[in-house]
């Protein structure tokens, strides 16, 4: 399978435009990508512009850092699904409460937004580059405890993004689990891409998606769709 269907077309920059959306909707569609992802204000511009495609429309909740109230997060999914109508929701785990020991807390977080997004698939970015070996393993659990479909590396907005040692890591404990990884963070050509997938990322988040696949026509040949 082409590596584009396991692309997440992403901008989530403060400074997006309108037609910086409207230019990621449209690339996403000329390359057959699996979804984009784009901040909140922007997902009904995107079903709009992507509806009778087969690419999927992610939103966010609690993104960068995590820090909303529980429910503040719970009702963005909400309104997502229901007024924007996503097809999935990327929220951002209670970091603070996870280093705090309050891990009660972290999975009714979760808990609540997956409520809320019911029945679409909600992933957790879990922002790997702030958290120990042994912290990921726990996380995983939480995740999966908290009834998440997948996992997710990072924000792309802390120190570091995803690497293949943590979606290794992460992907072993995701099978154990029956949830799904994706891979986000300074993925940017198709080499990188190709990867995390055979580390075992279900998904790539990436800002790159274009130049991947052509990256993927240039080594491995083929005509991509126009």
Do not use: W
Request: hydrophobic residues 45%; glycine residues 10%.
């Amino acid at each position: 399978m082409s590596i584009a269907k396991y692309l997440e077309h992403t901008l989530l920059k403060p400074e997006a435009k309108v037609t910086d959306i409207m230019q990621l909707c449209a690339e996403a569609k000329a390359y057959n990508l699996g979804c984009v992802c784009v901040n909140p204000c922007y997902a009904g511009l995107a079903r709009h512009l992507l509806r009778g495609t087969d690419v999927k429309v992610v939103t966010v909740v609690g993104f960068p850092l995590g820090a909303d109230r529980t429910e503040v997060k719970a009702l963005a999914a909400k309104l997502a699904v229901e007024e924007d109508q996503v097809d999935e929701v990327d929220m951002v785990m209670n970091i603070a409460a996870f280093k705090s020991g309050n891990f009660d807390g972290v999975v009714e977080d979760i808990a609540a937004v997956v409520e809320a997004a019911k029945p679409y698939p909600v992933k957790v970015i879990i922002e790997t580059c702030l958290l120990t070996e042994d912290e990921k393993v726990v996380a995983c659990g939480l995740v999966s405890k908290g009834g998440a479909a997948f996992i997710k590396t990072s924000t792309g907005f802390n120190k570091g993004g995803a690497t293949l040692a943590d979606v290794q890591l992460l992907s072993r404990e995701a099978k154990r689990l029956g949830i799904g990884v994706k891979a986000a963070g300074g993925i940017r050509n198709y080499e990188t891409a190709k990867a995390m997938v055979g580390a075992g990322a279900d998904r790539i988040g990436t800002s790159a998606g274009v130049a991947i696949c052509l990256d993927e026509e240039k080594i491995e040949g083929g005509g991509l769709p126009r």
